[in-house]
């Protein structure tokens, strides 16, 4: 065989000594085994006969005479200067034999309690493609020659402890250039102590989670809500309690109706998931009062915060807590990448040592790789700048998709414009509604290669309101007026018509 051969990965070969079998019988049995059965597929790079004697411990001319009977059987075949491979076509490839060696489906597993939430299809995730995918920020806007830059700098000399990335905090430099910004941008009131990067908000809600409820404690959500929120409290063992929202934001009194004494309460107040309102101040602080008198803790979910069209952004929540009840986080992957998994949870002193030791206990903390580039993104300004042109773009985006609404939508869907976040909801027409749920629409849309979840997939239990989210931050302008025309004719097909994706 060639030595090219040698880069092929390591087989699952054994072979037993002191039984009647010869050994390289039994190499050739167990590699048939191999090929029939699928784990060795054909076209599958077979390591060198040397390199198989050597992890077998057996002399090479045993595996060379096993290799040359599945030669002439027709498993293998060589290829000159290339080594030897599985063959495209097996000799003794038939069904019967395969099921002998395929592995068997095993029996329905029963799933605990807790975990049958997590799977049921209402929690199907959305297309992994799509166009007016919602929460999709506009990555190619994003400056990709400088990000190449800072992280070639960042890694050009490292330091020890950027080697090891045992800090479970995560990139002390990161932490302080989050702080400082946080500070500036969100009026949060936080040192780089009290920062912990995570991969985003869910890991943060599910090491806070555990680390404060008991099983049973009640949680207030927002209903309807981000659905992500619902996976870490059910794993932690909470019982929900969906809260109605209303134009300042989820509704204390209905809350104390339902619950009067939460252990955690979840919000998203800068700019609610996904009806877009922001929380009142005079609501934000019946809230903490409330927290201190129970004895409750806040989970803030500063969704969109960055994302404001229209007047100033009222400050984070956070800036308001006096009694530090206010677990405070964000993510970066809205605003410069998806695949970026980077986020951020600002605690209370008091948590901070618990928090650390949870996360140690339960996962390991987010790799190091990304995070000195992200810290001087941030320190260095370029963060800001980015906001500052995406804010532009966005804005311009949403008032292009409501133009395109007015042309296209008449009749199905009704848009109303929004001073910040990354999507519309067009809401059912009445005369849509009356052939479709939102549901079928999401469904119709999808085959149109449009990405576009049911509104009523975000409440707990019945949904009051039917519509689509529409994202438009992550497309072209140029494109917009055609998108809008493809969900129109998608959502006018009759039952039986075949969506048009061209």
């Not at 040397?50 to 057996?58: F, N, P, T, Y």
């Not at 302080?176 to 936080?190: C, K």
């Not at 800036?319 to 986020?343: C, E, M, N």
């Not at 800001?384 to 985006?397: D, F, G, N």
Request: aromatic share 6%; glycine share 8%.
């Amino acid at each position: 065989m060639s030595r090219r051969s040698a880069s092929a990965p390591p087989i699952p070969v054994h072979v037993e000594r002191g039984i009647d079998e010869p050994l390289h019988r039994q190499v050739y049995r167990e590699l048939v085994q191999l090929i029939l059965s699928g784990r060795l597929r054909p076209g599958a790079r077979l390591p060198s006969s040397r390199m198989l004697a050597d992890e077998l411990g057996v002399a090479r001319n045993t595996v060379l005479l096993a290799l040359e009977q599945l030669l002439s059987e027709g498993y293998v075949e060589t290829r000159r200067g290339a080594g030897s491979y599985v063959s495209g076509e097996l000799p003794d490839r038939s069904p019967q034999r395969l099921r002998s060696h395929a592995p068997q489906p095993g029996r329905r597993p029963r799933l605990a309690r807790r975990a049958r939430s997590l799977v049921v299809p209402a929690n199907r995730p959305l297309p992994a493609r799509g166009l007016l995918r919602p929460g999709e920020p506009d990555w190619a806007g994003f400056p990709l020659a400088l990000w190449s830059r800072l992280l070639a700098e960042s890694w050009r000399a490292p330091a020890r402890a950027m080697l090891l990335g045992d800090d479970p905090a995560g990139h002390p430099p990161l932490r302080a250039a989050i702080a400082e910004y946080l500070a500036a941008a969100r009026g949060v009131g936080a040192t780089a102590e009290h920062v912990v990067i995570v991969s985003g908000i869910r890991q943060a809600l599910a090491i806070a989670a555990r680390l404060l409820l008991d099983v049973g404690d009640p949680v207030w959500l927002e209903n309807p809500g981000y659905p992500g929120l619902r996976g870490p409290l059910v794993a932690a063992g909470a019982k929900l309690v969906p809260v109605e929202v209303d134009s300042e934001g989820l509704s204390l009194q209905a809350a104390q109706r339902l619950a009067p004494r939460p252990r955690l309460i979840c919000i998203a107040p800068s700019h609610q998931y996904p009806l877009g309102m922001t929380m009142s101040v005079a609501r934000r602080l019946a809230l903490l009062e409330h927290a201190r008198q129970v004895n409750a803790w806040i989970f803030e979910d500063d969704y969109d915060s960055e994302w404001r069209y229209a007047g100033r952004p009222l400050a984070a929540m956070q800036g308001l807590d006096r009694d530090g009840r206010v677990l405070y986080a964000g993510t970066f992957s809205k605003i410069l990448f998806p695949s970026i998994r980077l986020g951020y949870i600002v605690l209370p002193e008091p948590l901070i040592a618990p928090f650390l030791a949870a996360r140690q206990a339960l996962d390991d903390q987010p790799a190091v790789l990304a995070q000195p580039a992200l810290a001087a993104f941030v320190a260095g300004g370029h963060l800001a700048s980015h906001l500052r042109r995406q804010r532009r773009r966005y804005k311009a985006r949403q008032e292009l998709l409501l133009g395109a609404a007015r042309r296209h939508l008449g009749g199905l869907l009704e848009l109303g414009a929004d001073p910040g976040g990354m999507h519309l909801i067009g809401y059912l027409h009445p005369d849509l509604a009356g052939r479709m749920d939102d549901r079928e629409a999401s469904r119709r849309a999808e085959a149109a290669g449009i990405a576009a979840p049911p509104l009523s997939s975000h409440w707990i239990g019945r949904a009051t309101h039917q519509g689509l989210l529409l994202g438009y931050t992550a497309v072209p302008e140029r494109q917009i007026d055609a998108v809008v025309a493809r969900l129109a004719k998608a959502l006018s097909a009759s039952a039986t018509d075949r969506p048009d994706r061209t």
